[in-house]
C-alpha cells in the first residue's frame, strides 16, 4: 500500500501569510494526487485535481505542485476562510490513502 | 446538478450489520465509478471502497475487506455499502463521492454509522 505522509500536522499562520502543505508517497504516483479542504462539520471539499489543476470555483489563490513522490499545496495570501484541515489523496493505485491531515489555524 | 444523498446509518451492535445506500442523480451514474469515503468523530478521512462503472470491479481498504461489499444498481441510479461483522472503529460518517479523475467531483452529505451496545 502507498502511504502518504502529510506535513505539518498543523500549523498556525496570519491572515496574508504565504502556506505551504507536503505530502510525501511512499512509492511514485506520478500525479494522481488531489487536495481537499475541510471545515469542521462541512463535507470535504476537492481545490486541486492531478496534482496542479485548479477546481473550478477554487480561488486563485490556491495552487499544487510536484509529480512522483513530493507534492505541495501552496496558499499564497491566506484569508479568513482558508482555516480549515487539509488532505492530500493519492489514487494512483488502490488502496486509495489519504494523508493525515494538516490543521490550519489563526496565529 | 449533480447530488449525492446517502442514507442507511444509525446505531448497531458490535458484530451487526447495516446497509448504506446512495441515491445519485444529475450526471451519468451508469458510466462512472463510484466511492464510500469514511471519517471517524474527530479523526481523519479513510477511504473505503470503490466500484467501477458497471459494477464488475471492486476494491477496498484493507480495514474493511472481507466484511464490507460495494455494488451499484446503474438501472436505479444507486450506490450500495453492505456492512457486515461491525466494529466499533468502524463508527463515522460514511460519504459517497464520485471519481477523482477530471474536473468533475462530488460528494454526499455523509450518513452517521454508530457501533455501540
Known amino acids: 500500500d502507498i502511504q502518504m505522509t502529510q506535513s505539518p500536522s498543523a500549523m498556525s499562520a496570519s491572515v496574508g501569510d504565504r502556506v505551504t502543505i507536503t505530502c510525501r508517497a511512499s512509492?511514485?504516483?506520478?500525479?494522481?494526487l488531489a487536495w481537499f479542504q475541510q471545515k469542521p462539520g462541512k463535507v470535504p471539499k476537492r481545490l486541486i485535481y492531478?496534482?496542479?489543476s485548479l477546481q473550478s470555483g477554487v480561488p486563485s489563490r490556491f495552487s499544487g505542485s510536484g509529480s512522483g513522490t513530493e507534492f505541495t499545496l501552496t496558499i499564497s495570501s491566506l484569508q479568513p476562510e482558508d482555516f480549515a484541515t487539509y488532505y492530500c489523496l493519492q489514487h494512483n493505485s488502490f488502496p486509495l490513502t489519504f494523508g493525515g491531515g494538516t490543521k490550519v489555524e489563526i496565529k | 446538478q449533480v447530488q449525492l444523498v446517502e442514507s442507511g446509518g444509525g446505531v448497531v451492535q458490535p458484530g451487526g450489520s447495516l446497509r448504506l445506500s446512495c441515491a445519485a442523480s444529475g450526471f451519468s451514474f451508469s458510466n462512472n465509478g463510484m466511492h464510500w469515503v469514511r471519517q471517524a468523530p474527530g479523526k481523519g478521512l479513510e477511504w473505503v471502497a470503490c466500484?467501477?462503472?458497471?459494477?464488475?470491479?471492486?476494491y477496498y481498504a484493507d480495514s474493511v475487506k472481507g466484511r464490507f461489499t460495494i455494488s451499484k444498481d446503474n438501472s436505479k441510479n444507486m450506490l450500495y455499502l453492505q456492512m457486515n461483522s461491525l466494529r466499533g472503529e468502524d463508527t463515522a460518517v460514511y460519504y459517497c463521492?464520485?471519481?477523482?479523475?477530471?474536473?468533475?467531483?462530488?460528494w454526499g452529505q455523509g450518513t452517521l454509522v454508530t457501533v455501540s451496545s
Open positions: 492531478a496534482s496542479s
Open positions: 466500484v467501477w462503472s458497471d459494477g464488475n470491479n471492486k
Open positions: 512509492q511514485g504516483i506520478s500525479n494522481y
Open positions: 463521492a464520485t471519481p477523482l479523475s477530471g474536473n468533475e467531483h462530488y
